[in-house]
């Protein structure tokens, strides 16, 4: 008899694991996302917000990279030949940040070297700050994407367990399924939106560094350039 019951059973795992199985393989991605509820909605748009962000700040630091190795040569020979003018005109056509920084300190010739380097340093400062437009928004992303996954969590079990006590007597796992779903669902989405943003937030910030130190090295140039006797 007990192995008669064993035999049952196992014939009737064997007949539901395949419908089992295909019920899973058919829930989309799609579908996941939908079980979220509307905590999805300012994930969705916080994501679309970061993927944009991070394309057109990798646009604006690529274009600071540019380097134009004979500029400092070029600048060299204008100021030691007196071509003030020109060297101006040069920094114009090249249109990067170093070039608007040289550009700066030219126009402070015949000042104090500390306040040409002051200007120069002010300016690069503002430079900077352009190539840094929009990370705070990726910064925010990355800590506040799973805290709305969480947010989504806790509505979710709340859900739920308002379900399963209005079920009364006639609760099953059913009652709680959609609950669970939107918690889980939403913890995992937040979770990939605020790593995706963090990694995005310091990638760019070190390019940013590369650029910087580029500024920098710029900088220590032009006034040894200054310093040089003519």
Known sequence: MFQQQISDTVAAVAVTTPEAVQAATELSVWDLTMRGGFIMIPLALLSILSIYIFVERCMVISRARREDSSFMMRIKDYIHEGE?????????????????LISKGISR????????LVTIEN????EIARLEKGLPWLATTA?????????GT????????YNLASAGTSANIA?????IYAALVTTVAGLIVGIIALFAYNYL??????????????TMEFMDLLNEPA
């Open 154 to 161: 806790v509505i979710g079990m709340v859900d739920a367990f």
């Open 123 to 126: 300016t690069g400062n503002m």
């Open 143 to 151: 800590a506040g994407g799973p805290m709305i996954g969480f947010l």
């Open 205 to 218: 910030v070190a390019r940013i560094n590369k650029v910087m130190n580029m500024l920098e090295a710029k």
């Open 175 to 179: 009652v709680l399924a959609d609950g």
């Open 109 to 116: 010739i015949g000042r104090p070297m500390n306040d040409v």
């Open 84 to 100: 003030i003018e020109s060297a101006r005109n040069l920094c114009a056509r090249t249109d990067t940040p170093y070039a608007r």
